[in-house]
């Protein structure tokens, strides 16, 4: 079994920063890529920022220069980053990432149960 879990998220005011983590756990061979995804209330989910299992890496226009997304391989963690917060920001956080189980397994996208980061004004 895999689980990926998040914290880090809370309360924080407009221009403020939070560093958001995610820890995978159980039996993983090895992780591929991995992302952060947010959904505000009355939205659909959207992607934030991916990082390839190279240096690839993705950022939404509405975050780029803001936030950084980081792994730790060795760990089997996921980090973001979030500097110069604003309300728009505001949403449940969502970890991504593509795990594979055995070196005989397939690749699976896993999700972890989500972190709240409220921006206030």
């Known amino acids: 079994q895999v689980q990926l879990v998040e914290s880090g998220g809370g309360l924080v005011q407009a221009g403020g920063s939070l560093r958001l983590s995610c820890a995978a756990s159980?039996?993983?061979?090895?992780?591929?890529?991995v992302g952060w995804y947010r959904q505000a209330l009355g939205k659909q989910r959207e992607l934030v920022a991916t990082?390839?299992?190279?240096?690839?890496?993705t950022y939404a226009d509405s975050v780029k220069g803001r936030f950084t997304i980081s792994r730790d391989n060795a760990k089997n963690m996921v980090y973001l980053q979030m500097n110069i917060l604003t309300p728009e920001d505001t949403a449940v956080y969502y970890c991504?990432?593509?795990?594979?189980?055995?070196?005989?397994?397939?690749?699976?996208?896993?999700w972890g149960q989500g972190t709240q980061v409220t921006v206030s004004s």
């Open positions: 159980g039996s993983i061979f090895s992780i591929g890529s």
């Open positions: 991504n990432a593509s795990i594979r189980r055995s070196i005989r397994s397939g690749v699976t996208d896993y």
């Open positions: 990082r390839a299992e190279g240096s690839t890496i």
